[in-house]
């Protein structure tokens, strides 16, 4: 939670934990957005750093990058952040799946709905008919 002061009054500004961290280098931040990105289940920082180093200009060893992550992941809280990010894509996917739901199955339903009142109409109407001709 970040705090933002206006003439000297507090006013509490609420931050996802994915966002970047007050006071997070912008290297760390772009680190750690490779590391949210991947699949959780092919999520490592020997991932990250493989890849850190595929785009580097300058020679880096794999170890040398993976104890910058490690303490950039521990520093920043990646582990924390990364699995509000997963729940957070996880209840995205529920809605998603509702409204698709809704969108697919609402206007089955509705015809569904019409169906039976036409049903229910041309009975009545049948009916009401027969009614008429008893009486008549």
Do not use: H
């Amino acid at each position: 939670m970040a705090v933002a002061t206006k003439r000297s009054k507090a006013v509490a500004v609420k931050r996802v934990p994915w966002e970047r961290l007050p006071g997070e280098p912008a290297k760390a931040y772009a680190y750690f957005r490779i590391y949210k990105e991947m699949p959780p289940s092919r999520r490592c920082l020997r991932r990250v750093a493989e890849k850190v180093l595929e785009s580097s200009t300058r020679p880096v060893k794999l170890n040398s990058a993976l104890t910058t992550l490690k303490r950039y992941s521990t520093r920043w809280r990646w582990q924390e952040r990364v699995a509000a990010w997963d729940e957070y894509c996880y209840v995205l996917g529920l809605l998603a799946a509702d409204l698709l739901d809704r969108r697919v199955v609402a206007p089955r339903a509705w015809g569904a709905v019409k169906a039976v009142d036409r049903w229910l109409r041309e009975e009545y109407l049948a009916r009401d008919i027969t009614e008429r001709e008893k009486v008549g």
